[in-house]
């Protein structure tokens, strides 16, 4: 019997990020086109004869009790199974934390999958997704992956067709922005512009990446550049590189750049780092799900 398995949890950008109106309960009712990247944090999930969940990571800033939302996903599903045995969780994380990239989430979505795995669960897709909701608005998306289209307030997903292949920039300046703060600051109702995110899934569906970068756009960069201006000096140094197109993602304050090849990625990350703008700089690509969940 299986007593340990391995996962990987992989980020994610937004090719587009609207913001439809604020909800009377707080909540923001968003459209998004969402990507996963090749950047990925690596799990590691035992069991372990004591009951208890115990959470080692490779960044010692991280919190390893209820805090950290993986103690939280395991927690959920080990609760509702009455399940006895305990769970050890080894998370090695990559993708830059309070960036914009949900690595929480999908850290999150990558334990719900492997504890269902692990206890013989058989819980659907759809089934951690509905309780993965419960944890944060883009866990669903994280189980789902690929590209995707997002609404409500992450989590009504339409799968989308795979954004062609491309060489993409990550850089995230050495600063921490609070989701809650940029949402908080948002003036929904009298945004001055709406990203095309309507056109976006024509240019997917077309398999036109200049048709994609031609509509970037997120509705977020309306607070947080005037925050955190390096945000805007980063994006000029991607498009004055090479970049065909460059945005922050989700609430920031990661940058990416989409390059037709990674060559000219790499240089223009070299830029940033010796200009001081960012220091976790990373070439990726497009990570695409085919229908088996797997690429
Ligand atoms: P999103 O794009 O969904 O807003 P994010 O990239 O901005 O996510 P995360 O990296 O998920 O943000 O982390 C946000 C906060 O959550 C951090 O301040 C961190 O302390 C806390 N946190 C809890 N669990 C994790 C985890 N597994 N990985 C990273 N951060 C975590």
């Known amino acids: 019997m299986r007593e ?12 587009g990020l609207d913001v439809i109106r604020k909800r ?12 996963t990247v090749s950047l990925y944090d690596s ?16 960044l010692p800033f991280l919190p390893t009790g209820p805090d950290n939302l993986v103690y ?9 199974f009455g399940i006895g045995e305990g769970l050890f969780i080894d998370l090695y994380k990559k993708i830059p934390v309070a960036a914009g990239m949900a690595g929480g989430s999908s850290d999150a979505a990558a334990v719900l999958v492997g504890v ?16 993965g909701v419960s944890l944060g608005a883009d866990i669903p998306y994280c189980i789902m992956r690929g590209t995707a289209l997002a609404e409500g307030i992450g989590e009504k997903l339409t799968k989308l067709p795979p ?9 995230k300046p050495p600063i921490s922005v609070s989701t809650r703060f940029v949402y908080g600051n948002l003036r929904a109702d009298s945004l001055p512009w709406h990203p095309d995110i309507d056109g976006m899934t024509e240019a997917l569906a077309e398999g036109s990446l200049s048709g994609i970068t031609a509509r970037l756009g997120n509705v977020l960069e309306t607070v947080t ?21 460059a945005l922050m993602s989700g609430s920031g304050p ?13 240089r223009a990350g070299r830029k940033l780092r010796s200009a001081g703008l960012a220091k976790q700089i990373y070439t990726v690509r497009p990570f695409n799900v085919c229908r088996n969940g797997r690429r």
């Open 4 to 15: 340990e398995l391995s996962l990987r949890a992989y980020g994610k950008i937004n090719l």
């Open 72 to 80: 939280r996903a395991a927690e959920l599903l080990l609760k509702e």
């Open 43 to 58: 799990l590691r999930l035992k069991k372990k004869e004591e009951p208890g969940i115990e959470v080692r990571t490779n």
């Open 24 to 35: 009377p309960d707080g909540y923001h009712e968003v459209k998004m086109v969402m990507q």
């Open 163 to 171: 954004m062609p292949d491309c060489a993409i920039l990550l850089a």
């Open 116 to 131: 269902n795995r692990l206890f013989k669960l058989r819980l659907s897709r759809i089934g951690l997704m509905e309780r």
């Open 225 to 245: 550049i005037p925050a955190h201006p390096q945000i805007q000096k980063i994006k000029d140094v991607m498009s004055e590189n090479g970049a065909e197109a």
């Open 254 to 266: 990661t940058v990416f750049g989409i390059f037709k090849d990674k060559e000219t990625a790499g």
